[in-house]
């Protein structure tokens, strides 16, 4: 089965500062080319997205070209930009759009205040992305749900993904409200759902059956054609790392058709980040 991995990450803190790093020393080291192969050999990995890894905002640009030039089937990247500055970011995002590669932008908000989705520059700021054919990823915690709502809400016109099924608190087994939140976010059909980031929010002996409801839900609310696989490396290597990923997102979809699984694996990503473009 040919991948499209829809989020991952590369990093040399001895090139770019990463503060968040300080505080995971098994993360804090070099993944780039070399270690993506090895994390990833006997798959058929096609393509991937590379999702910013949150080096200083700064370095944002530098970010960008840095990763065009791995050596990595390098398909779009989806670059930082301060889009809580609202108008004030247009020349941040006429610049990045130089880069052909860039396919879309993702401000993280899970490390942010209740409201800051919500705040009218950063709904502006958002709601650009449209000028410039961006998409915008969303990486939140579950509790961000209703501030997400009112954020897509207001941007009709941008093509949302959200990361990491919105981060449950699957070690503790919870499906609501976030269930909820979930069905009601998969009514604009303008957003997607990235199949990423689960096992780092599953209890340390986690097992496939912890994830099969997170799972059927998401693909039960957005549909077949609306969810993409996503690795999520190397913060994958946290809990289980990027084979055991595979095997168990194909174990979980097994009953879906062949057809159905490429759509998962590859080609909804590729739809959705305009790869053909």
């Not at 997400?148 to 609501?176: Q, R, T």
Request: charged fraction near 20%; proline fraction near 6%; include cysteine.
């Amino acid at each position: 089965m040919k991948i499209i991995d829809s989020h991952i990450h590369f990093w040399n803190p001895s090139h770019l500062r990463y503060d968040w790093l300080a505080g995971d020393p098994a993360l804090n080291r070099q993944f780039e080319a070399a270690e993506f192969h090895e994390a990833s050999n006997g798959l058929e990995i096609v393509g991937v997205i590379f999702v910013q890894a949150d080096c200083l905002p700064e370095q944002a640009l530098d970010e960008a070209l840095w990763v065009a030039a791995l050596d990595v089937p390098l398909k779009g990247i989806v670059a930082f930009a301060p889009l809580e500055n609202g108008e004030s970011a247009r020349p941040m995002l006429e610049t990045l759009t130089k880069i052909p590669l860039v396919k879309g932008i993702r401000r993280l908000i899970q490390s942010q205040s209740a409201g800051f989705a919500a705040q009218p520059d950063f709904v502006a700021g958002v709601r650009m992305l449209a000028e410039f054919r961006l998409s915008f990823d969303l990486c939140i915690r579950h509790h961000q749900l209703p501030d997400v709502l009112s954020l897509v809400e207001h941007c009709p016109d941008v093509h949302f993904v959200l990361d990491h099924i919105g981060k449950p608190d699957i070690a503790k087994g919870e499906l609501d409200p976030w269930r909820a939140q979930i069905t009601q976010l998969a009514q604009h059909e303008n957003v997607f759902c990235k199949l990423s980031g689960m096992m780092t929010e599953a209890p340390i002996d986690w097992q496939p059956e912890d994830l099969r409801p997170y799972v059927e839900h998401v693909l039960a609310t957005f549909g077949m054609e609306r969810v993409m696989f996503g690795s999520d490396w190397p913060v994958c290597n946290l809990a289980g790392g990027y084979a055991r990923w595979v095997e168990t997102l194909e174990h979980l979809l097994e009953s879906l058709t062949d057809a159905q699984k490429q759509a998962v694996f590859a080609d909804n990503a590729a739809r959705f980040y305009q790869l053909g473009n």
